[in-house]
């Protein structure tokens, strides 16, 4: 069974389930499917720059190189962010009870963009106990989230759907900004036309 | 720099610039020198030494695996190890072979798997900056509401050109202020056809917002493809009527 995601919200722990909500489970997907002129089925491959060596699924791997073109180990590298200090890395959620005080706005919200939701839920009645209660009242709880830990917590949101459900909406915020007159934005400017480029017949 | 073609609630329109408003963590990885390391993409093995093609070679796999004990035939010594730069995405067929003329399909499924409809691969223009406007549609949702009822996973800022567009801009996102709502924005003659960035991109539905902070804007356009909802349970098909 599933690790639970447990809250911390007043004086008690409140653990979830969580079941990830995507448009395939509520909308049905689409799948491509690639036919030669016989009908048979196509998998997309790689052709590497020589022209005729073709690489498969599962044929390629990443490494990490040092400027002398020697192979590092992920594992003795360290990470640093633009400023030069070293990053360091977060614990996943599911270590320790995520502590409910933090609350966003409707604008801190909208202010990210929601790449994963899940569906949360509990034991007895949803409906039951002051978090619900708060919940229910519209406060959005925020907290940082690491599924797995990592370099960087993405934001997470927990808060009720307009169905009544409990859902974890995380995200990542953006650089939404207001706009003076003069920072316009700076469309693409044409080259000027040179009339003897067209006369030009050297075009190897 | 993308574009987007839009009117307001008096019908005026006009071609303004779309600004991406993603931030990333800029990561660098340092060696034990110190020294900034580089992530590559090697080859490790190409498809004329996969499990297939050994198959092939040496008929069953207990003969694979003889042959992998007493030599190295999944090892190309030319290639195994080379960086790859400036590849490209090709198709092949069952024998391994370059596929140069490939039809596309699309199945559609519902959402327990069981398939809806099988056509030709559709690849949807982009309709933002066509010739016809995006058109106000005047239907509003509260923030708060459209918070609990949809989720919004990208957004793009819209950026005045000249003096001209940023009256426009301004005004609007005075308008959605007053309004403290964001707006449905519909592509089509009738503003319901969903919003297409790019050629063969997913077609989202649009919700404008706009503030305003004394002479200053900021109108964002809310994408989203996927309502907060519950996806309903399906049973397994012994219990269905």
Redesign the interface.
């Known amino acids: 069974m599933a690790k639970p995601l447990v809250f911390q919200f007043g004086d008690c722990d409140w653990p979830f389930t969580m079941?990830k909500?995507?448009?395939?489970?509520?909308?049905?997907?689409?799948?491509?499917?690639?036919?030669?002129?016989h009908g048979?089925?196509?998998?997309?491959?790689?052709?590497?720059?020589d022209g005729r060596?073709?690489?498969?699924r599962?044929?390629?791997?990443?490494?990490?190189?040092?400027?002398d073109g020697t192979w590092?180990d992920?594992g003795?590298?360290?990470?640093?962010?633009?400023d030069g200090n070293e990053?360091q890395s977060v614990p996943s959620s599911f270590g320790a009870p995520i502590k409910l005080f933090d609350v966003a706005t409707?604008?801190e919200?909208?202010k990210?963009?929601?790449?994963l939701?899940y569906?949360m839920s509990r034991e007895g009645d949803p409906a039951d106990g002051d978090l619900a209660a708060e919940l229910a009242r519209?406060t959005?709880f925020k907290f940082p989230y690491s599924y797995r830990g990592g370099?960087?917590a993405d934001a997470g949101f927990l808060?009720?759907?307009?169905?009544g459900?409990t859902?974890l909406?995380v995200g990542?915020?953006?650089?939404?900004?207001?706009?003076?007159?003069r920072?316009?934005?700076?469309?693409?400017e044409e080259g000027e036309f040179d009339e003897t480029e067209l006369m030009d017949f050297d075009m190897i | 720099m993308p574009e987007i073609n839009i009117a307001n609630s008096a019908g005026r329109d006009a071609l303004v610039a779309l600004e991406s408003v993603r931030s990333t963590l800029k990561v660098r990885w340092l060696d034990e020198q110190g020294r900034q390391v580089e992530s590559a993409r090697l080859l490790k093995g190409a498809v004329d030494r996969d499990l297939d093609a050994l198959l092939a070679r040496y008929g069953e796999l207990p003969s694979v695996g003889k042959a992998l004990l007493e030599g190295d035939p999944e090892v190309d010594l030319e290639n195994t190890g080379r960086l790859l730069r400036h590849t490209s995405r090709v198709y092949v067929d069952g024998d391994r072979q370059i596929v140069h003329k490939v039809h596309f399909w699309e199945i559609v499924r519902n959402p327990d798997g069981s398939q809806r409809e099988r056509r030709p691969r559709r690849m949807l223009d982009p309709n933002l900056a066509g010739e016809q406007p995006l058109r106000w549609s005047g239907v509003y949702i509260r923030r708060d509401q459209a918070c609990r009822k949809f989720v919004f996973s990208s957004k793009v800022q819209l950026r005045h050109t000249n003096g001209l567009t940023y009256d426009f801009l301004y005004g609007m996102a005075k308008e959605l202020e007053r309004n403290d709502c964001l707006m449905l924005l519909g592509a089509g003659a009738k503003s319901k056809e969903p919003l297409i960035l790019r050629r063969g991109g997913s077609p989202y539905r649009g919700f404008l917002e706009g503030r305003t902070q004394g002479d200053t804007y900021s109108l964002v356009l809310h994408f989203s493809d996927l309502e907060l909802k519950a996806p309903q349970e399906t049973p397994p098909p012994e219990a269905a009527p």
């Open positions: 079941n909500v995507d448009r395939s489970r509520l909308y049905g997907y689409k799948e491509v499917e690639a036919l030669d002129d048979r089925r196509c998998e997309l491959a790689t052709l590497t720059a060596t073709v690489v498969g599962g044929g390629t791997a990443f490494g990490q190189i040092a400027p590092r992920k003795q590298l360290r990470p640093i962010d633009v990053i409707v604008d919200y909208l990210h963009n929601i790449r939701v569906q519209g959005i370099l960087e808060l009720q759907g307009d169905d459900n859902f909406a990542n915020p953006t650089k939404v900004e207001f706009i003076g007159l920072e316009m934005a700076v469309l693409e």
